[in-house]
């Protein structure tokens, strides 16, 4: 981070989303999730709350899992970032994904990316995580239609099947 | 109402040297920002005291713990997650690694700081008890060069510090004395989780010679800074405890704490539950002494909450044989005491998946066969869980042959009706008791067998618990 611009004025970002090198003109302190749904039409992140408490907005910068309502664009120059957007390989979905789809995982879908992408970091650390740990995972996303249930047998699913493939 | 970015300017020189320079030049006007997780929530709602902010996330300078004999030095960029991570903060200073857990979600912890705590000031912060009472000092920077003060005298009212406008939070400092004292955590709040604390506390204890010879108690959210309770702490001090002193304790509490009503609680219910925490904390204190006189559990649990996780994983193994009840003690890790562990087994246990509990019912041999049969060994099964097996069940070892026969057939009658080996906790019960419980046991439905059987198996871990904290 060596940009030191300090005139009011749209900085020159780079950063890498989704494996992808995209350069964003924005203001310093604009919201990492306005300039990934409005500049760059990722509007798989979406917002709840707007104060880190809800989780929706999750994404992941450098595999390290943050609420993108909370980070200011500039602090993400020379990052790499994924939304919901990049765990797809084209047709196929991600393993979590499609667990989420078979077990009810998702309803209004609201919080579905961000529950996907806490759970992906989850996974990252724990080869097979126990309810106990997916609970802890998920505890900063914040569902109301689900129960959560169906959302914490998906994730057991997904690293069921990642174990078994 | 929603701030307009193109009204605010933000810097990010990179290093903690340009960092500081920039705040020199115009005093005050600058507004450091780390990982955003107060900050940001300001700037929504229109709330920050200037337009212009210094990036000082991820600054090397600040985010690395530096261990030195005598202290550690916890850089104020380093986040939660980075305390959770620290092994000496984990063995050493639990208070901490337990308030790092307890601070927001995930994602936060991977955004907050801990100066970015510190600097925020809020007297319900879960971590600024845990700094009091380790007698944390702080260490500030600027052009001018660094100054070191102890924590307890930064904040000087509501949101209020000794940090003057060019200045940094570079450091906290602890230092490394703590690791023999009985610590004691608990938060209060309208949920588990994700909660701000109603009031919470953060206490060290040691006694000597049945006497309390040290002890650090704070609290937060009853006064309108993080507050360390000195006077009840003099009260306290060189003391037996007992019901009085419990009464007296609480007293002095009342007289120190200054809590409001505000939209988590009330005065009334904070002063209430501030002296209600006091008084478990020393009541735990009295009983870890009973505890530690009994064997060296608290050694046994510190060397434990010290060692890698594989190391750790294999340790606590033979006293339940699922992987994912190990997996989830170890992460529980730093346990402090016996009761401790014992809450942190239960909670793990519950929370498993049948399919764990199975894992754990096979590593035992069936009742009444000193051997394990090898045709369900499992990898769960360890040398020293094979001992304690052939410990509990000596009774049946020694009984008559024709209880063994009639244990046997009984055995061979619920594997075929359940397809698992019968479990029960048998330490304290003779043959013919358990030949009994095995029989009104074949009575019971399968959901109702599973639950009892998980039951037996929590019991039998909860003895080899302390069996273990033997050393």
């Known amino acids: ?165 | 109402m929603r701030s307009n970015p193109s009204e605010y300017e933000m810097a990010a020189p990179g290093s903690l040297h340009a960092t500081v320079s920039l705040l020199a030049r115009e005093p005050g006007v600058w507004i450091p920002i780390a990982g955003g997780t107060d900050l940001m929530v300001q700037y929504a709602a229109g709330k920050l005291p200037s337009r212009k902010l210094v990036s000082i996330w991820n600054l090397p300078e600040l985010r690395r713990v530096e261990v030195a004999a005598r202290e550690i030095r916890i850089g104020a960029g380093c986040t939660y997650t980075d305390l959770r991570a620290n092994q000496v903060v984990g063995g050493e200073f639990p208070l901490l690694h337990i308030a790092a857990r307890w601070t927001g979600s995930v994602a936060n912890q991977n955004r907050g700081t801990i100066g970015g705590n510190i600097v925020n000031a809020s007297p319900a912060a879960d971590s600024l008890p845990a700094l009091l009472v380790y007698d944390a000092e702080l260490i500030l920077v600027s052009v001018r060069g660094e100054r070191r003060l102890p924590y307890a005298s930064f904040h000087t009212g509501y949101k209020k510090t000794l940090l003057a406008a060019d200045e940094l939070v570079r450091a906290v400092c602890l230092p490394r004395r703590f690791a023999g004292h009985f610590s004691h955590a608990r938060k209060v709040g309208a949920r588990n989780a994700q909660a701000i604390s109603k009031v919470c506390i953060a206490a060290l204890g040691r006694l000597a010679d049945g006497v309390v010879d040290d002890v650090c108690i704070a609290l937060g959210s009853v006064a309108p800074v993080p507050l360390r309770l000195t006077e009840t702490e003099r009260t306290v001090r060189g003391k037996v405890i007992d019901s009085d002193l419990l009464l007296l304790a609480k007293k002095a509490a009342a007289t120190e704490i200054r809590p409001i009503d505000d939209i988590r609680s009330t005065a009334r219910y904070r002063s209430a539950v501030a002296g209600n925490l006091v008084a478990e904390f020393l009541n735990r204190l009295n009983s870890e002494r009973i505890g530690t006189e009994r064997g060296g559990a608290k050694e046994v649990l510190a060397k434990w909450n010290c060692l890698p996780l594989e190391k750790a994983m294999e340790s606590i193994l033979p006293c339940c044989g699922s992987q994912a009840w190990v997996r989830g003690m170890v992460a529980r890790r730093p346990l402090s005491n016996e009761s401790a562990l014992l809450a942190a087994s239960n909670e793990t246990w519950h929370n498993l998946t049948p399919a764990d509990w199975m894992e754990a019912f096979r590593s035992h041999p069936r009742i009444g066969e000193s051997r394990p049969d090898d045709s369900l060994s499992t990898q769960s099964r360890t040398v020293q869980s094979v001992e304690w097996s052939a410990q509990e069940q000596r009774t049946v070892a020694d009984s008559e042959a024709a209880v063994k026969i009639a244990l046997a057939e009984a055995n061979r009658e619920y594997e075929r009706r359940f397809n698992r080996i019968f479990i029960v906790c048998a330490t304290g019960k003779s043959a013919p008791e358990i030949l009994d419980i095995l029989q009104q046991r074949l009575r019971n439905d399968t959901e109702t067998e599973l639950q009892e059987t998980a039951e037996q198996q929590r019991q039998i871990t909860e003895i080899r618990l302390r069996k273990w904290l033997q050393g």
């Open chain 1, 1 to 165: 981070m060596t940009d030191s611009r300090q005139s009011r004025a749209r900085a020159e970002i780079s950063f890498v989303v989704n494996g992808q090198a995209r350069t964003v003109h924005a203001y310093p302190m604009e919201r990492l999730i306005d300039v990934l749904r409005q500049q760059l039409e990722l509007t798989g992140t979406k917002e709840g709350c707007g104060e880190g408490e809800c989780g929706s907005c999750s994404v992941l910068i450098d595999g390290v899992l943050v609420n993108s309502c909370l980070v200011p664009v500039l602090q993400v120059q020379g990052s790499s970032v994924v939304t919901i957007e990049g765990l797809a390989a084209g047709e196929k979905l991600h393993v979590l994904q499609q667990a989420f789809l078979e077990c009810g995982g998702a309803q209004c879908g609201i919080c579905t990316p961000g529950m996907i992408l806490a759970a992906c970091h989850l996974l990252e650390g724990r080869l097979e995580p126990t309810t106990e740990e997916i609970r802890e995972g998920l505890s900063g996303n914040l569902c109301r239609c689900t129960g959560y249930r169906q959302i914490l047998e998906a994730v057991a699913e997904a690293a069921r099947r990642r174990t078994a493939a």
